[in-house]
């Protein structure tokens, strides 16, 4: 773990700004490690079997600290877009339900047709005017939200969450009616931006999903609490 963090403390300069208070914990670290070596720590440090647990630790917790924020600061270079139209040739479904999901096919797996779905809600007498896509799994790019140049049947896309699509049509003049027919294409603007299956949740509102950031934050309170409990344990027992 020294040598880890020390090859890749050498420059800051060329890597990414959210990474480099991660690099300077790790140069930190060395630095806590040469002293405790030399038999100068001070404070809890000082404290031999205390400090050499804690340091411990904190080597084990710095990888997982990177790649979390690696997770939460990748740029990719594609982004996925859901197309509504007409009609596909994939996969077929029934949707019997406001909220629903689906696991289904994008183009990265091979489906360039869209994943076609029949109005069967409420038994058959529900009216669409609204769908909205709700992608629940995790994915790359930022995503986007368009209509077929033909088929369509609602008028209007707009992306309502960095994870999901609404299709409306505010005037009704355009409807998925009872027993209707409608698609759904996953595309990718450049290659490999969906995976191969994902799940979906056709609903009629927004469905929240963690965000990178989020997840990072959580991950981090975690590794802190769990870091609390043991020094505190430690505490008592040089105590």
């Avoid at 869209?114 to 629940?136: K, P, Q, R, S």
């Avoid at 790359?140 to 077929?148: D, P």
């Avoid at 505010?170 to 209707?180: D, K, N, V």
Wanted: aromatic content about 8%; charged content about 15%; glycine content about 10%.
């Amino acid at each position: 773990m020294h040598n880890f963090a020390r090859e890749m403390s050498k420059d800051l300069r060329f890597w990414p700004v959210k990474l480099k208070p991660l690099l300077q914990v790790a140069e930190t670290l060395m630095r806590y490690e040469r002293l405790e070596r030399q038999g100068m720590g001070s404070g809890m440090l000082g404290n031999t079997k205390v400090g050499g647990v804690l340091m411990k630790t904190m080597r084990l917790m710095l990888p997982a600290f990177i790649l979390l924020v690696a997770a939460s600061t990748a740029f990719p270079d594609s982004d996925p877009k859901i197309v509504l139209g007409g009609g596909g040739s994939c996969e077929s479904f029934v949707e019997t339900a406001l909220t629903q999901t689906f696991h289904v096919e994008t183009q990265t797996g091979g489906c360039v047709g869209g994943v076609d779905f029949t109005n069967e809600i409420n038994d058959g007498t529900f009216t669409l005017d609204l769908l909205v896509v709700n992608v629940d799994t995790p994915f790359t790019g930022l995503l986007s939200c368009a209509l077929a140049p033909t088929g369509s049947p609602l008028n209007t896309a707009f992306q309502s969450s960095p994870t999901s699509c609404t299709f409306e049509d505010a005037t009704f003049a355009a409807s998925i009616l009872p027993g209707g027919l409608y698609n759904l294409n996953f595309l990718n603007d450049s290659s490999g931006s969906w995976p191969s299956f994902i799940d979906i949740t056709l609903a009629q509102t927004v469905i929240p999903a963690p965000e990178p950031a989020s997840m990072l934050l959580l991950g981090i309170g975690v590794m802190g609490l769990l870091v609390g409990s043991k020094s505190r344990g430690l505490k008592r027992q040089a105590s």
